[in-house]
C-alpha cells in the first residue's frame, strides 16, 4: 500500500542546534525523503532528547495520513521554509504542516525538593 512505509531502520547523521552529531535510528524511507546520511559512527542523542523537523501529511484514500520528518540540519532549506513543502515518501506526496524545534528536558535533581515542598521539608514526621 503506497505510503505505508514498512521499511527498514538505520542510523543516521543528525547535528545538533549547538554542532554537536549524532546517530539517530530512522526509518529508511523518511530519512531518504530528507536527504539523510547513513552514519552509525556518532553517540547516540541524551534521554530525553526530541529532534526537530517538519510535520508532514497526505490525503490516502480518504484518510489523513500525518508523518513526522526529522530534519539532520539546521540549515536545511525544508526545515526553514515558511511555505509549504512537498516530500515523496513511498510513492505519496505528503505536504508539510508545520516544524518542531529541537527539544531536551533534563531530569530532575534527586537531591530537589518535592513540588509543593517549598519550605524543605519532607511532610513527614520530624
Known amino acids: ?11 543516521y547523521l543528525y547535528t545538533d542546534d549547538s554542532g554537536t552529531d549524532y546517530s539517530i535510528l530512522q526509518d ?3 530519512a531518504n525523503a530528507t536527504g ?3 552514519n552509525d559512527q556518532n553517540p547516540a542523542p541524551p534521554r530525553r532528547f526530541e529532534a526537530r523537523g517538519v510535520y508532514v501529511e497526505a490525503n490516502i484514500g480518504g484518510r489523513i495520513k500525518r508523518k513526522f ?10 526545515y526553514n521554509s515558511n511555505t509549504t513543502q512537498v ?3 513511498d510513492g505519496v506526496d505528503y505536504s508539510s504542516t508545520g516544524r ?3 527539544k531536551l528536558s533534563f531530569a530532575r535533581n534527586g537531591d530537589a525538593q518535592d513540588v ?3 519550605d524543605g521539608t519532607s511532610g513527614g514526621t520530624p
Open 87 to 89: 516530500f515523496n515518501i
Open 36 to 38: 539523510g546520511s547513513l
Open 1 to 11: 500500500m503506497a505510503g505505508n512505509i514498512l521499511g527498514g531502520r538505520s542510523y
Open 69 to 78: 520528518l526529522i530534519c539532520p540540519l539546521v540549515t536545511s532549506a525544508f
Open 116 to 118: 509543593g515542598d517549598e
Open 28 to 30: 529508511d524511507t523518511l
Open 100 to 102: 518542531r524545534g529541537e
